[in-house]
Structures are given as structure tokens and as C-alpha cells.
């Protein structure tokens, strides 16, 4: 559609959006856009009441983001995007509103359930895939919330108070890297960044589409729009859902000359060109999986989302084992105790979760009891008393905890990073009666300081989606092996979280004073201990890291390594690379998540690794220069377990933009340097 057979009254309706899902079609004149939520399934609302509640299609429900970043495993995140796909060409949806990228400044934040993690790099490369299956299922993406919606306290109006440095290196760089996917949309936030609305953050655009090479359209976050003619003008090309006062008042705008005709059809444009897009990228498309297959993927990635973060031997579990599975999440009497509240939550009907039905398929005698409600005790139907009762009658207990749409939530914060006092009590009262397996259904990050030196073991079940009760009794019972890592530290305790700190806060504006020092960042740089770090994560097979090559090649620094399974069992490892600046002249944290993969070996097998790092792997954003710059000095390259468990180093040296490899020091891990 060429846009001069557009009105100019046209246009202006155009960048307004139609209603609360879809563009605008001028009676057909132009194919229309069907928009819907959300990233772990989707949400096509079926009627919405007057109260503004809305009822949505029920739909498969895949893992939460937070889970699906557990599995560190970019063909898992392209899987869940493919099945989407699907899920949308069926509904007639052609743009998700997903995946959403904001860093996890601090383990609080309402919606870190529908994030990936404290890691830009991570969160990145993880989106990238999320976009590139489901784009190239036939529906679009739409990248969100651009950027700085780090905390859901006050998110309409709060000023997200952000250095550059800090901006490139952290809360942009997620973005910088799923563009690689070429979106065809993304989504502003409802906050301000340095004082100025997502919404018109014209220079936050510039970088989209100058720097990190967004060929596609922004689009308000819901009503995020106070000012269509000034929001138009930064470059926000699409308004949602249509306000009636603001399209008036663009339309007043205009004809009194205070945003001009060439303003409106550089957002017209970009909206025609993204319905144009949208349509070709469908065309032709069937859905390529059964709903049955799309179920089957939520439930592998689940498996391979899931973290084994203690285990004294406990699990896997016995053959025949005489269990007491006690917590009201073991057997959910509402799906919202698995899944986080919002746009992101999808209609489960129909859908049952049972872990004691689960593990009773394969073979375990099992006692259940709810011991505690979603919101207490409710001693008509729970005995807490009882479940440490059957516990002591037990081999093992397999106590199911967790949060829930109650306390993870867009558009609040959590109060506090512990599980309910009730869960706790569950927990301390099992953990004397029997070995206790702790399994917690939650979003983010959880402080189990109060009982987790008094448990066996402890499995992060993340919200699983469709068949999680499945994935979960796969791994106690042994079928599966566990090989999902954490996307985001745990701290002992929410104080040792920089950003939880209040003294960034005034009326309005939030002070990211932490600057680079989000999650492992912070802790490694500062010796701060957690709990878990980001990236641990155990297994029932044991690895190590050996043979280490290097060499200096025209693309950078190629590291070879073999990953040698030393135990009998076949299982995956997330191998981790790690740069650190060994004297720098700017502050720069001690370990920064360069490369990442997620190898198989055989029982007693190994596998060869290779990573090329290339010069921005080194950089840091100069505020100086205004630019990516590699300091001269020497760099210490670190190949770890996890961002606490490292394996193997190398040194290298930078020298005006030319790398070398150090010699070997004594004793230094590295076996061979091919420079
Ligand atoms: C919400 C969310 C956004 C969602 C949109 C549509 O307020 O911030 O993530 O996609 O509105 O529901």
C-alpha cells in the first residue's frame, strides 16, 4: 500500500491504532493487524467487561521466560517461539507482544517472571532465538518494554535514572542483540528514562534504528502515550490501544501546525510497511505441530529449564520409594499458583497438574497432603501437622512450595524475596522428620537462607507450563537428568541486592546509582556471598574442563576445550566464558558473561567446545569516546561451571586493537597457546 493513497486524515488514524488489539483498516481499504499477548502463551481475550476485566481464549501455557532462561539453551527458546507461531496462525494473531527483555536490576521486580535475566548477554541471545522461531513460524514480534522497566513500583511515571555507560552496557545491550532477529516491532515502556516517556524517547530510538539496526515499528505500551503529536515526533509510529482524546487532540495538532504532514508519514510509513510485512510473513503458513506436539514442547523445555540447586544424593529418587508429597502446589486448586499475574498470564482450563499423580505413574507409593493454602492454613482442609505425620511415615518428603500470580504481578512489586512464614514452617517441620526434597514454583529469585542448610535437596521449578508436572517427575524419578542453570543470582538476603537499596529513591525517580553492578556483577566484583550464583546449577552426571587451546585468528580469539563427562551417566553441561580486565582504567566489574553453550556428552564421554571471541567481547562503552572501546592491558579470559565455579583461564593482551596471547604462567590451566 503506497502511503499517498492515503488521506491525511488517514494517516493520522492510522498511527492511532483501531481498538485495544488491532490497526486500523479503513473498511477493508487495508488488511488489518490482529495484536495479542503474550510470551508464554497466548492470550486472545474473548470479552472484556465493563470493570476492564478481560476473559481470554484458553491456550497451551509454556514455560515462564524466567524457566525457559534456565535452560541456557537458545534451540529451546526457538522452540517455544516456533510453537507459538503456531498458536497465533491458528487464532489469527499476527503480531505476539513478546518476548520482553528488561534486565533484572533487582530480584523485587513484579515481572521478572516474564524476563529473562540479570544478564544482558543472556537475556539477548536467548530473545534472539525466541524471535527468529516464532518469526519465522509466520507471527511477528514485538521486542519488549524499550527500556528501563526494571521495577513495576510506580511504572506509569517513575524516571528510570540511568548513566550511558550503564544504558549501553546493560539495559540496552538485550535489546542491541535481539535486533540481530530483525523484530518487526517494539514496544516502549510506560516509564520515564532520565526524565523523558518511553514513549517519547526519541533518542532511545535513534539508537534502535541507527545502532542496533531495528528495521521495524515502535508501539506504545498500552495507554503509554500522553501526547500523540509529541510521541509521534521521537519516532513512536504506532499508538495502542486507539484513545479517542489523544487522536482529537493530534488531529487539533495538526492542522495548527505543530507536528507537520512529513512527521506523520514517517510513522504512517512505517506502520504501512509493517502490515505489509506482517502479511507476507504469514503467507502461506499452517500451523507444523499438533496442539499435543506444542504441549510436548513446553514440557521439554520445562524439563530442561528446572534447577537442581542442592542434592545430598536424595535424588533421584529410589526405585519404589514410600513418599509423602505434601504442599498445595504439588496438586494446584487454581493454575494461577503457577504462573506470575498480568498480560502474560494465560487461560490454563482444563488443564490438570498433579506431581503425586506424576510420580505415582512411575511407581512411588505416595501420600498427599496440602499442608497449607495458597494464602495460609486453612485448618478445614489442611494439616500441617499431618504432612510431617506422613513425612516421618515416609522415605523421602517432597515438600511443594512457591509464589504465584499473588506475589509476582505486573504493575506491583514483591514486598519480600522469601517464601511465605507458613511455607517456611512446612518446610523446617518436614526437613526433622524426613530427608526433604524442596521443589519451588516460582518467577525470580527466592531466599531460602532460613532452611536451606536443613533440606536434602532443593529442585528451582520455575512455572512450568502444559506437562510440568510431567517434566518435574521426570527428573526426581531419574528418567530425565537435571541440566538447567540459573539466570539470575539468589542472594542470602535482599540487602546485599544493590539495587533493592532505597537510597536511589526519591518522588519519581529511581536512581540506578549501582550503575554496572547488576546481580553476579556486583557480587563476584565485590565479594559478596549468595546463596546460588548466577549460572549454577547440578546434575546427576559430574564434568570436567580440560585441554584448553587458544588461538589469535582474523575474527579474534578462537578457545577450544573438551568437556569430559567423568561420571557413568549421559547429561548436559552450560559451559560459560567470562572476561575480566585485569587493569583497567575505567571501572569495569571482575567477570562479564561473554559466550555460553549448552553441550551433551555420553557417560564417560567428551565433547569439544570452540568460542570466538572478537573485539567487543573486551570493550566497554567509553563515555569519553562515545563509543565501544578495547583499552589496552592485559585480559584474563575465564571458562567456568558457573560465574563462581571457573574451570579454565587464559590471559591475553590487547595492544592498540591487536591481541596476543600471554605465555603460560606456572601451573596456569591452559595446556597448549597456538598463537
Ligand atoms: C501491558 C504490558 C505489556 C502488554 C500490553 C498489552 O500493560 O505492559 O507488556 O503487552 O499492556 O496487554
Known sequence: MDIDRLTAKEKLRLICGKDFWHTEDFGGKLPQLTVADGPVGLRVVKARAADGTETAYPATAYPSVQLLANTWDRDCAKKMGAALADDCLERDVDILLAPGVNVKRTPLCGRNFEYFSEDPLLAGEMAKAYIAGLQEGG?????????????????????????????????????????????VSVMCSYNRINGTYGAEYKKGFLVLREEFGFDGAVFSDWSAVRDRAASAR??????????????????????EGSISEEEIDACAERVLALISRCKTMRQGKKPRRTEAERRRIAQEIAAEGMVLLKNDGTLPLAAGARLAVAGCYAQPSDMGMLRGAGAAAVNREGETFSVPAALKKRGYAVMFEPAFSYDGVDSFHQDARRAAGLASESDVSVLCVGLGEKFERESADRETLRLPRVQERAILASAAAAPTVVVVFAGAAVDMSAWADKVSAILFAGYPGAGGDEALASLLAGEKNPCGRLSESFPLSLADCPASREDGVSAGVTRYAEGLDVGYRYYITHHVPVLFAFGFGLSYSSFAYRDLTAEVGREGI???????????????????????????????????????????????????????????????????????CVSDGVYEILVGASSEDIRLTLKVRAERGTFSLLPLQDGAECDRIVS
Not at 535514572?161 to 544504558?167: I, K
Not at 575505567?586 to 569439544?608: D, H, I, M, S
Not at 571471541?613 to 567509553?622: N, T
Open 234 to 255: 521521537a519516532g513512536l509510529d504506532l499508538e495502542m490501544p486507539f484513545c479517542e482524546e489523544n487522536y482529537q487532540k493530534l488531529c487539533k495538532d495538526f492542522e
Open 558 to 628: 578462537t578457545l577450544s576445550f573438551d568437556v569430559c563427562n567423568t561420571s557413568e551417566r549421559a547429561g548436559k553441561e552450560v559451559v560459560q566464558v567470562y572476561v575480566r580486565e585485569c587493569t583497567p582504567v575505567v571501572y569495569r566489574p571482575a567477570r562479564e558473561l561473554k559466550a555460553f553453550e549448552k553441550v551433551f556428552a555420553e557417560g564417560g564421554g567428551r565433547q569439544k567446545v570452540s568460542f570466538t571471541l572478537g573485539r567487543r567481547a573486551f570493550a566497554h562503552w567509553s563515555a569519553a569516546e562515545d563509543a565501544w
Open 139 to 183: 507471527a511477528g514480534a514485538c521486542l519488549k518494554h524499550f527500556c528501563c522497566n526494571n521495577l513495576e513500583y510506580d511504572r506509569l511515571h517513575q524516571s528510570s535514572d540511568v548513566d550511558e555507560r550503564t544504558l549501553r552496557e546493560i539495559y540496552y545491550l538485550p535489546f542491541e542483540i535481539a535486533c540481530e532477529a530483525k523484530p
